[in-house]
């Protein structure tokens, strides 16, 4: 049986920090590159960052919306079979749904191409 969970969300102060986790079961993200998204209300859903998968001597290379460049960083753990995205400096403006994807050997991310979703976790950034 396939899951794909995301974790890590909830209540962040302006220039807050927060780590989401997104951890497969039933598959190997070794094969997959895995984006995140975000959707806030009334709005589309927006890729932030994209690891692509694992082939050859490549470890995955990283891409991110000109947003969030320097303040969000996407890693892999193979072992625990997990994505993260750490956030930093978090804005108000920044608040949403965040989704994790992931596409089967795809070198980016796109959101129409994406084989599995998560169920999607709150991002609340307020004081």
Known sequence: QLHFVESGGGLVQPGGSLRLTCTASGFTLDDYAVGWFRQAPGKGRDEVSCINY?????????????????????SR????????????????????????????????????????????IQITVSS
């Not at 625990?80 to 050997?105: F, H, W």
Request: aromatic share 10%; hydrophobic share 30%; glycine share 10%.
């Open 54 to 74: 694992i082939h050859g001597n490549s470890v995955g290379k990283k891409d991110y919306a000109d947003s969030v460049k320097g303040r969000f960083t996407i």
């Open 77 to 120: 753990d193979n072992t625990k079979n997990t994505v993260s995205l750490q956030m930093d400096s978090l804005t108000p403006e920044e608040a949403a749904g965040y989704y994790c994807g992931a596409i089967r050997r795809a070198a980016a991310c796109v959101a129409t191409d994406v084989n599995y979703w998560g169920q999607g």
